[in-house]
């Protein structure tokens, strides 16, 4: 069997797991990598990753640069949460008909802040014959894909409701930052409203659902307040003192008229108890599924990238939404 | 938009309902019917399903039959549980280069029982540009599908195991039948062990998950015995007496060499407490997963047959395991 050649675009803490993970799979061949990022530059993937199978590679300053060396079949990006950046960065790639699968959160359904855009990169796949898909664990599994696929043994479905309680002490540094570990609550609410913090793509999940079962929505209402200490907590990153920030509280809700469909709510704190996922479809029958603990962030987002590869090529050309692919799963029983 | 024209084959409850179901459905068109039932070849669909909608429909004896009158676009069949039974019943549709969906059990991995006749139908299939897939609720869905998709936020996976308890006492006269209820102890282990009797579909449900993950089965093994009432159960459809049999324990296991990787435990019996399904992905991250209540069965079954009818005609032509299909959705929010 040809092996399929990978490119990771992004070095960053997931980036360099997404190419830990591509280099072990016996289907998959690194080729190169990608960083803009100055300090990574002409470095060598040996010294990045620890892993000596990817001797003689070294980080391109962009796609362009990795193109003049090698030839890969697909790119893994972790780059960007803005979908608008994201296109941009891939661009060469899809005008090459080279795929991409992004853990961008805004592209999961980029059609809902950039419908302009969203167009015009799906004329280009489609023109170019590439193929781009968005994944993740949330946005892209917990709080869309999953519920969603429940909802394929239903006849009829009146309400979606998910809600995720995430115990931030477990997560990489930088999610701990983006929730505000640390911070003073009024200073970290202004953050939070304006966009600048929190968690990204609750509103892409609540637009791809209601696209997908074909709900019509008047809106997509978002808020979210920081969640405060009560105790002095301390992770492997952060000492937080009683009274400040150590975490935060979303919801978003998609209503048409005045009536809610889709209620997703996410909680992601240090120390949050009993952390789990649970998504109930209200409709006929009815759904209550509950993922006790919940479903792991850092490994399974890398997972979903990787993962996604076979089912991403064998996708119609085009910028699609990832429940237009197969359904997911893991295939790496052959080795 | 155009109405997707659908026609029914097999008209028991399930069929009946599907039928129902199907003619709700604003992007569907229902034009005709199919049964070898003497009893019922010839009758009006209005008197059968009590909808006025199908108005100069009557139930032709077989697909030319109905050819001869009408031209579907898409046979929801609900009329066997054999995969060969299916498969020839079928033949003039997908001949025509007309696709179809079906519940029967043994064609959610047809290869695992019929490798040769499983080529042969993806063979013609490919060569009219017909789609063929099986749904259900199980197998399709709880046992198969929905451990699957959770695999797909999985970097690694050891094992799979998945526990189905049923209360049969909420469910159809046929399937309170197939599992004995009402019969002796050694008669109905007998009808199990000799496979005339229990639920169809096990052994498939391993074999298509083995199959994805890309795991090498050395064997499939399966066992069930009766479980025995412990007092009197009343149903609407039977009287069982302390010492009958009041319903089924099945279990089905895939093994490579002597390491298990997958095991299905169903256990559908009257009055069966707190039925839920438990799924649990042994892997990193490890998934643990709760049906609360379970997934209701005959709802759930039409409901996945007529919500596949999108999803197969955007498949690739062929004889089409369901999870090569997009992921499972309810897609009628738009009416």
Known sequence: MKKV?????????????????????????????????????????????????????RVAADLEELFRETEPEVILHTAASNARTTLEQLRPALEFGVSAASTCEELIFPAWKYPALAKEYDALCRHTKARLVAVGVNPGFVMDLLPLCLTGVCRTVERIEVERVVDAATRRQSLQAKIGSG???????????????GHAGLQESVALIAHTVGWKLDSIEESGEPVIADRPIRTKFFNVAPGEVCGIHQRATGLVGDTVRITLDLQMYLGAEQPHDHMVIHGRP?????????????????????NVV???????????LLNELAVPSWTGGRD
């Open 310 to 320: 076979p089912r991403l090529l064998a996708a119609q050309p085009g910028l699609r």
């Open 183 to 197: 911070q003073r609550p009024e200073d970290f609410a202004l953050q939070l409203q304006a966009g600048r913090a």
């Open 286 to 306: 009815g759904l209550d599924v509950t993922v006790n603990g919940g479903v792991a962030g850092d490994d399974a987002t890398v997972a979903s990238l990787v």
């Open 5 to 57: 050649k990978i490119a990771q675009f992004g070095l960053g803490p997931i980036g360099l797991e997404s190419l830990r993970l591509a280099a072990e799979q016996p289907e998959l061949e690194v080729v190169g990598a990608v960083d803009h990022d100055p300090a990574k530059i002409g470095r060598s993937l040996v010294e990045l990753t620890g892993l000596r199978s990817l001797d003689g590679l």
